[in-house]
């Protein structure tokens, strides 16, 4: 593979795979443009060299074709306005005569915006032959679409198989997702403590297993701490539970220590008697919650236990909240979690946050340039610190 840095695309056409699957309303109009502005600089770089740009991307869940919701043409006045004057063209089909025409026509400094690649069902089947049209369509090709990397899709992964080593690579956003995501799990400075929230267990069972051989801490919040408190012979009233995953929670705690990682629970609760806003509360032992109360945010003793790991520690990756932050009565711990982090990396800690919910909390609160690194990648990156090979980082550095 090459380095995209180092390339130089004056008179070529690359074919970037982006993620550019943000929300609209109901006007069509896109309401967080996160993903679309980190593949900007991506964009440009080509652009700058002097090549032209054909991009690529799924967008919301087609079932059958073609469809007004889902096409991608709504994003094109946006997509003009971040890339400032930079021509923008339209094809209405990714593949086939529209689009090979469209990438024919062309010229250098252009940027050609194909159709929703889940238009064509053969897409998130892997199908080689639908890969090969889309790979006629440049010289070289880019995935900068870390968001879809753990998808063997035609145009995440497939596709790389029709371009030679030399003519494959990262854009930047994939250099920088994988580069933050290698630094934490194969280069952390120790400590190393990874923070895990969120209401389940079982979709984290394996990340904390994976981060077993690694961390030096692994601190438990959110809803996930409840299954484990009571496998540990707690009481929990009627918070979050996992009954079918106690046996796993013990498994992990006895795994823990004879690896010699210290697992954190949080040791009090904010307890609520309802579901709710307004919901009554009070201050329990996460392990003494009373009948018909439940946790749903971690208490402050707690607060004070976990923000110490983590003021302490050179690696820290955080995924989950450590309540329902979504409830303003219930957002304290997880904004102790994040400030404790802020100030962490301020004394030159580094931080990936990463995975859903816990990047939707470090921007709303106003934490997203406090930490080292915030990713795009949700499943893409919790798949990742699983320890699987991710077919779109693969499909690059493999050599055909
Ligand atoms: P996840 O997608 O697994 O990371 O979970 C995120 C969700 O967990 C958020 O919507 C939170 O509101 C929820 N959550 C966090 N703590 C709790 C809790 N103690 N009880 C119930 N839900 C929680």
């Not at 339209?90 to 238009?119: H, T, Y």
């Not at 996460?286 to 439940?294: C, E, K, L, Q, Y």
């Not at 790991?309 to 904004?335: A, C, D, R, Y």
């Not at 795009?376 to 050599?399: H, V």
């Amino acid at each position: 593979m090459s380095k995209f840095s180092d390339y130089n695309f004056k008179g070529q056409k690359a074919l970037v795979r982006v993620d550019f699957n943000v929300p609209l309303n109901e006007k069509y109009e896109i309401t967080d443009d996160t993903r679309i502005k980190a593949a900007i600089p991506t964009i440009k770089k080509i652009i700058d060299d002097g090549g032209s740009v054909i991009l690529m991307s799924h967008f919301g869940r087609p079932k059958d074709g073609p469809s007004e919701k889902y096409s991608l043409k709504h994003l094109i006045n946006h997509l003009l306005k971040l890339l400032g004057g930079i021509p923008v063209s339209f094809a209405d089909d990714c593949i086939g005569k529209e689009a090979e025409q469209a990438a024919k026509k062309l010229q250098p400094k252009e940027v050609l915006l194909l159709e929703n690649l889940r238009f064509h069902k053969e897409e998130e089947k892997g199908d080689e032959k639908f890969a090969g049209q889309l790979a006629k369509l440049g010289d070289v090709y880019i995935n900068d679409a870390f968001g879809t990397a753990h998808r063997a899709h035609a145009s995440t992964a497939i596709i790389a198989k029709f371009f030679p080593p030399d003519k494959k690579m990262f854009g930047l956003l994939m250099e920088s997702e994988v580069a933050s995501a290698e630094k934490v799990l194969h280069q952390s400075e120790k400590p190393f403590v990874a923070i895990i929230g969120g209401a389940k267990v079982s979709d984290k069972i394996l990340i904390i297993e994976n981060l077993l051989d690694r961390a030096t801490d692994i601190i438990i919040g959110g809803g996930m701490a409840y299954t484990f408190m009571k496998a540990a012979g707690g009481k929990i009233g009627k918070s979050l539970c996992e009954e079918d995953r106690l046996d796993t929670a013990n498994d992990l705690m006895k795994k823990a220590q004879e690896k010699n990682v210290c697992i954190h629970l949080p040791s009090d609760s904010l307890i609520a008697n309802n579901f709710s806003n307004e919901a009554e509360t009070s201050m329990a032992p996460s392990n003494n919650i009373p009948d018909g109360w439940m946790g749903l945010d971690i208490g402050p003793n707690a607060c004070t236990q976990f923000c110490n790991v983590i003021k302490h520690s050179k690696t820290i990756l955080w995924n989950g909240p450590m309540g329902v932050f979504e409830m303003q009565k219930f957002q304290h711990g997880t904004k102790a979690v994040a400030t404790a982090i802020a100030e962490a990396t301020e004394d030159g800690s580094f931080s990936l946050v990463g995975g859903g919910d816990s990047v939707s909390a470090v921007n709303q609160f106003g934490f997203a340039d406090k930490v080292s690194y915030v990713s795009t990648g949700g499943g893409a990156l919790l798949e990742y610190f699983e320890g699987k090979t991710l077919p779109g980082i693969a499909a690059i550095a493999e050599k055909n």
